[in-house]
């Protein structure tokens, strides 16, 4: 029996009230009386005494069994001076919490309630605040790994353009304008690139003898470079005639119109006056109005025939004019085109960057061929050749083709194309600007992005602080509601000890 009275009562939480149910502790039909007790207690909290304590057990909890015991207990102190003789109390609020607290105690309504109510904290309550935390804190890495993401593409973009702004030689502060400034400074790099030419002169004469003596060529090879090296960067003109112009008369470049005219830019006339009101007659002469060669009065000739023309007289023959259309240009004069220099002129340097190619592939080809070994039959036909072929060396060849690519790279790099094709087209300008405006606004607008993840953050962290407080009070209660159940089942097995499992918030 000793051994008995020491042996533990564990309790799975979760089937407290089914066992409360089934050992005759409680009513199957608790419910419905519980339904009246809250009717009297929310009638009974109406009407209560200036006390903290009390204010605290009512504000927001759910008012069970053991807070109406500690209320009739505050209330004994705050209604004292209503018993009377008989122990028995008067005042209303005294009779009201004590009918409610019979009400409990009556087939033991309270515990099937404080045992549902422990069930629903650790099933319910507690799981769904511990889920909302765990989704705050799984909304903040999302959204802190997004902003990382965002803030790196911004970086990302923003060096993208620094590197292209790099790539065009501008600084990126007024792209338009300094994109503008690098075509000035244009023509000064090609008289550079023109005087560097000149120093081709042993290279080209390599080609020559080299093509002359195994191909038997007659003919002149590399015009253009050839006469690049002797004249330098001149205009196309002289290129085509051979003659230098008196005249340079050089396109003058327009700036990109204006993408749409504004209606103060459009003159729609005065049609209420006469053109000579207006000082403009548009090459009609009008005499107090427009002749539109329709006459109302017939004529001898239509007369006859009603005054319509049915086309069976003999029609005037129609002179027809032609224009040239060309340029009256005059002799010696380099206009348009023909005043451009020659690398400034996409003709003549398409040529010119073409023969220096060709230049590069045999200069390459020779420093493939004599760093291979001794071919004997290369080497008995090199000996009939001019002493220009045969003195050469690998690596004076070497040090021709390098001078040759340095002056080919300069023409060819990515800064140079930009700067002809704005030249060419001041629309390019325009694309281009706005190409590195879009890469900066996107740089912005990822930037506001990472702005708004932070904000959004932000929020779900003060979410879960305020979270975090009600896990560890719905916590606290829960434990409070454990001790007070185990005590009282204690209670009815002899103070056994009695031990709720599962009771985790």
């Known amino acids: 029996m000793e051994n008995i009275q020491n042996l533990p009562i564990d309790i799975q939480t979760s089937k407290l009230l089914d066992w409360l149910l089934d050992r005759r502790h409680c009513n199957i039909k608790w419910q419905s009386t519980v339904k009246t007790i809250r009717e009297k207690i929310n009638a009974a909290i109406q009407d209560m005494p200036e006390n903290e304590e009390i204010k605290q057990l009512l504000s927001g909890s759910y008012i069970h069994y053991f807070h109406c015991l500690r209320i009739v207990e505050i209330l004994k102190g705050t209604e ?65 790994r997004r902003e990382v993401e965002c803030q790196s593409s911004a970086a990302e973009l923003r060096e993208r353009y620094h590197a292209a702004c ?7 502060e007024n792209v338009q304008r300094e994109l503008q400034a690098l075509v000035k400074d244009l023509p000064a790099v090609l ?9 081709l002169e042993e290279q080209i004469q390599l080609y020559a003898a080299f093509t002359n003596f195994v191909c038997d060529w007659s003919e002149p090879v590399l015009p253009m470079l050839m006469f690049s090296q002797k004249t ?36 729609w006339g005065d049609f209420g006056h006469k053109p000579s009101d207006l000082g403009v007659t548009a090459g009609i002469t009008v005499e107090e109005g427009i002749d539109w060669g329709i ?7 239509d007369s006859g025939a009603g005054g319509i023309d049915w086309g069976d007289s003999e029609p005037a023959p129609v002179e027809i ?9 005059p002799e010696g004069v380099a206009r348009g085109e023909d005043a451009l220099s020659i690398l400034e002129n996409s003709q003549s340097r398409s040529q010119f960057i073409d023969e220096l190619m060709e230049l590069e592939a045999f200069l390459t080809q020779r420093v493939t061929e004599m760093g291979e070994e001794g071919d004997v039959v290369a080497m008995s036909q090199f000996q009939l050749a001019p002493s220009v072929i045969q003195n050469q060396t690998r690596e004076h060849i070497q040090h021709l083709l390098s001078q040759v690519q340095d002056l080919l790279g300069r023409l060819t790099s990515l800064r140079m194309q930009h700067l002809f094709m704005i ?27 990472a702005a708004t993840m932070a904000e959004r953050r932000q929020e779900a962290l003060q979410e879960q602080s305020r979270l975090e407080p009600r ?11 454990q001790k007070l159940i185990e005590a009282d089942i204690s209670k009815r097995y002899h103070n056994r000890p009695v031990n709720l499992m599962g009771v985790n918030i």
């Open 471 to 481: 896990v560890d009070l719905l916590a606290g209660r829960t434990r409070e509601l």
């Open 80 to 144: 004292a001076s209503s018993k009377n003789i008989f122990g028995r109390y008067s005042s209303q609020r005294m009779k009201d919490w004590q009918e409610i607290v019979s009400l409990y105690e009556a087939d033991n309504v309270y515990l099937a309630e404080v045992a549902s109510l422990l069930i629903r904290n650790v099933s319910y309550e507690g799981p769904a605040l511990r889920k909302q935390i765990a989704k705050a804190q799984q909304l903040q890495q999302e959204l802190s």
């Open 232 to 267: 330098g960067n001149v205009t196309f003109y002289e290129w085509r005639t051979g003659k230098v112009p008196s005249l340079v008369e050089r396109p003058v470049v327009d700036e990109a119109p204006p993408d749409a005219a504004t209606e103060d830019t459009i003159d």
């Open 191 to 199: 008289e550079e690139v023109g005087r560097d030419a000149a120093k």
């Open 423 to 449: 030249q060419a087209s001041p629309r390019y300008v325009e694309r281009v600007s706005e190409m590195l405006r879009q890469k900066l606004k996107q740089a912005e607008i990822l930037v506001l992005k």
């Open 295 to 301: 006459s109302l009065e017939p004529t001898s000739e």
């Open 321 to 329: 004019e032609i224009v040239d259309t060309g340029t009256d240009c």
């Open 166 to 172: 790099k790539q065009y030689g501008i600084t990126g």
